[in-house]
């Protein structure tokens, strides 16, 4: 027998496959962490632009008209307000025509 040659282990198909399988799993599971948390951020970034948009078109109402808008119905037809209703329910509270109504965003989904 020559001593500088050594027999080989022979390793089940189950032990090769260990270390690359392990290694796809942990980088999916990194890509699929990723992606949920820039969805998560996208979704609260579309949320707080959305609420932007109703308040500055009401003010905008508000420096036309001389009154703010009396409901959210009003923004949509004279001011071109539109978000998905599906998405998002907007809840709009008018105190009187020379307040500041209250509004307030929520997420559907």
């Given at each position: 027998?020559?001593?500088?040659?050594?027999?080989?282990?022979?390793?089940?198909?189950?032990?090769?496959?260990?270390?690359?399988?392990?290694?796809?799993?942990?980088?999916?599971?990194?890509?699929?962490?990723?992606?949920?948390?820039?969805?998560?951020?996208?979704?609260?970034?579309?949320?707080?632009?959305?609420?932007?948009?109703?308040?500055?078109?009401?003010?905008?109402?508000?420096?036309?008209?001389?009154s703010?808008?009396?409901?959210?119905?009003?923004?949509?037809?004279?001011?071109?307000?539109?978000?998905?209703?599906?998405?998002?329910?907007?809840?709009?509270?008018?105190?009187?025509?020379?307040?500041?109504p209250?509004?307030?965003?929520?997420?559907?989904?």
């Open positions: 027998m020559n001593r500088f040659h050594k027999e080989r282990k022979k390793h089940s198909l189950a032990g090769r496959l260990f270390v690359p399988l392990l290694s796809f799993a942990a980088v999916m599971l990194f890509l699929w962490v990723g992606i949920r948390d820039a969805s998560d951020a996208a979704s609260a970034e579309q949320e707080k632009s959305l609420k932007n948009a109703i308040q500055r078109s009401v003010v905008h109402c508000y420096a036309v008209e001389g703010y808008p009396p409901s959210l119905e009003y923004l949509k037809d004279h001011y071109g307000l539109t978000y998905d209703g599906d998405r998002y329910l907007v809840d709009y509270r008018i105190f009187g025509s020379n307040m500041m209250d509004i307030t965003v929520i997420p559907l989904q």
